[in-house]
């Protein structure tokens, strides 16, 4: 063998060699950084980096699961508490980099035990470490409420100066909340709760208020309603209340005392009385639809949780167990869809292929967005398991379903550019349109990256579970808040017929506004301004309506012929003696605010204070809320928020009180 022959095989051997061990070499998941994708970057140098020739034995399948995550932070919990903190950070980075590597968005558990961490940290005085373990919380569980208000909690502490970011954690919490539909849900309908009780508490006091008022005339006019009957004295007083109270003595339930009292004012009441009256009664009658209509709201619960939780998060144990159950009973497109994106993610790629299957038999109820998200996944699973014409084919049914999803393009680029250098051209026309369609998803979704992620749940695009598609989940939890609706109903109508409960209200507005369109023809009796005695024709023929005059103060103060000085001075202590109980009885109702401004007549600014005071009293007796937070970490009570409400109470209370007094003050220096 001559001596080039010797060297030519010896290059062959060693790049054979070189070859196997390049083959045999474990997969790591790390690769070379590439340079940042630049904001002006062109399709075509995008395109260009991803038809790099691709296999799938290129593409990284994950080294865990779901399930590992928890084994691990238990590992670093027992590390911790022994005080071992090198193996405890190691814990940590092998949860980071399976977080990484299974795509998971959120690991709930994990950033709970941190806040509570940091919370003990803070106890203790180590500041520092509560804002680490704050931070890494809020790395972990980015859409946790509790984690961004845990690290504005520990910024604070560590340097109560700076703000900024306090503010900022803050505001992050305040997104995180409202973009989690079991947190922002349960946000409304505290909300809409304490509104709602603050306006029934703030409608009563109304009404009790009103009667106070009005009840001296009322009573003054019964004795007219039967001629020739009642005198006036005990007799008219006792039948009038027996008027009022005709819904206890006939055991219709107490609520029917609110319209007996509106009607009986419903001749002597001012016109914004009369309307805040009106709101009142039409509130009460669509009051079992309002308490349905909270209930819906919170009730997001049960499988809907379930899923949105497996697609937001790691996915615990009794999660995927329950929706495996409910699975085998009935097929649905949002259980499959959850469990088999969480079986794509931790590589079982036949499960996923099944689950997917499995979520496009469902008959009726799948949107066309729905579909679309179920064929890109599929694709994905195709494509994994090396079949790329089918993956393709997936993703031209999920365009055609849905043109503007941008993954299904993108997920073409990646699986044309397996076909080499020869597919360019259209490899730079999918990538280009899903530039077009959304460039800020896809550039999230590669990092910026010029050169492909080969880890398998970063190499394609997976759509995710629109929340939309949760609504078939809430119908049974949204029917079990008919029972609240119909309590509402059972407790208006008392005695009579549940159905009642939302007739009467509306049939008591009726009667009021026709009471006030036959108020001329029945000309009820007016309350004297000086006095307060009844200014009425049929009794005395001197007195005054349009003046709110009675007969005796035209005589005193109008006429004033023969009339004994004694007499006059009587009179005129009747008078101050009607001021000074005025005067006392406003400023006895001013305990509750807006109550006193009712007395004096300011209908609409005094029930504006009560709705706003009732209200906030509400809010702090329900202050563990009509709904609990779903995501309590510790007591799940917000001291702050029950402080900033008494706080706010308070200076509602010192702002009504005060504007009460000057009022009292100019009227009596009128």
Not at 447 to 452: I, K
Request: aromatic share 4%; glycine share 8%; net charge positive.
């Amino acid at each position: 063998m001559t001596p080039r022959g010797f060297f030519l095989r010896r290059r062959v051997l060693l790049s054979v060699a070189a070859a196997a061990l390049a083959a045999s070499a474990p997969a790591v998941a790390e690769e070379v950084p590439a340079p940042p994708l630049p904001v002006a970057a062109s399709p075509a140098a995008i395109a260009a980096a991803v038809t790099m020739p691709v296999t799938n034995r290129a593409v990284l399948m994950p080294g865990g699961r779901s399930a590992d995550i928890q084994l691990h932070w238990t590992a670093r919990r027992e590390y911790v508490r022994d005080r071992d903190e090198r193996r405890a950070d190691d814990e940590e980075q092998r949860v980071r980099s399976l977080k990484d590597e299974l795509a998971l968005e959120n690991l709930f558990s994990v950033g709970a035990a941190l806040v509570r961490e940091s919370r003990l940290a803070l106890a203790s005085g180590a500041t520092a470490v509560a804002v680490q373990r704050c931070k890494l919380a809020v790395d972990l569980s980015p859409a946790l409420p509790a984690a961004h208000t845990c690290l504005a909690r520990a910024s604070f502490a560590e340097s109560p100066a700076s703000l900024k970011p306090v503010f900022t954690q803050l505001g992050a919490a305040a997104v995180a909340a409202w973009s989690d539909p079991r947190i922002s849900r349960v946000l409304i309908a505290n909300a809409l709760a304490v509104l709602s009780i603050g306006s029934v508490v703030a409608g009563f006091a109304f009404v009790i208020v009103l009667l106070l008022r009005h009840v001296s005339l009322y009573a003054h006019d019964v004795h007219h309603l039967v001629p020739g009957g009642t005198r006036r004295g005990w007799q008219a007083r006792m039948l009038a209340a027996v008027l009022i109270l005709s819904p206890v003595l006939l055991q219709m339930g107490p609520i029917p005392l609110v319209f007996t009292a509106v009607l009986a004012c419903a001749l002597y009441a001012t016109t914004a009385e009369v309307v805040i009256s009106i709101s009142l009664l039409v509130g009460l009658g669509l009051s079992p639809w309002a308490a349905e209509g909270i209930g819906q709201v919170a009730a997001f619960s049960g499988p809907a949780a379930d899923v949105w939780l497996v697609e937001h998060g790691e996915g615990t144990g009794p999660e995927i167990a329950r929706l495996q159950k409910r699975l085998e009973t009935v097929n649905e497109l949002p259980v499959s869809f959850a469990l088999a994106r969480k079986a794509k993610r931790d590589g079982d790629l036949v499960t996923a292929e099944k689950l997917y299957v499995k979520a496009l038999e469902v008959q009726g109820g799948a949107s066309s967005a729905g579909l679309a998200a179920v064929r890109n996944n599929l694709g994905n699973v195709y494509l994994l398991q090396g079949d790329g014409q089918r993956a393709i084919g997936q993703y031209q049914q999920a365009i055609d379903l849905k043109e503007t999803l941008a993954a299904p393009h993108f997920n073409i680029s990646r699986a044309l550019a397996m076909g080499g250098v020869d597919t360019l051209e259209k490899v730079q026309a999918e990538q280009a349109r899903a530039l077009q369609l959304d460039r800020a998803l896809v550039e999230s979704f590669t990092g910026g990256q010029l050169q492909a992620n080969r880890k398998s749940n970063k190499f394609l695009m997976d759509v995710p579970l629109d929340v939309s598609q949760l609504d078939p989940l809430l119908e049974v939890q949204e029917r079990a808040a008919d029972v609240v609706g119909d309590e509402v109903r059972a407790q208006l109508a008392g005695n009579l017929p549940a159905p009642m409960g939302a007739v009467m209200p509306i049939l008591a507005a009726i009667l009021l506004v026709a009471l006030q369109f036959m108020k001329a023809r029945i000309r009820p009796s007016g309350c004297c301004d000086r006095c307060g005695r009844e200014v009425c024709r049929r009794c005395d023929a001197d007195a005054r309506p349009s003046e709110a005059l009675c007969a005796q103060c035209v005589n005193v103060f109008i006429r004033r012929n023969g009339v004994d000085a004694q007499e006059r001075m009587r009179k005129e202590s009747l008078v101050e003696a009607y001021h000074r109980r005025r005067h006392l009885m406003v400023r006895a109702l001013a305990v509750l605010s807006g109550a006193g401004h009712l007395m004096m007549g300011q209908a609409v600014r005094g029930m504006f204070y009560l709705l706003v005071t009732a209200s906030l009293l509400s809010s702090i007796v329900l202050w563990r809320g009509v709904t609990h937070d779903p995501l309590a970490i510790g007591s799940g009570v917000s001291f702050a928020r029950v402080a900033l409400t008494a706080a706010l109470f308070v200076g509602v209370y010192a702002i009504c009180l005060r504007d009460l007094l000057a009022r009292q003050r100019a009227e009596e220096g009128a």
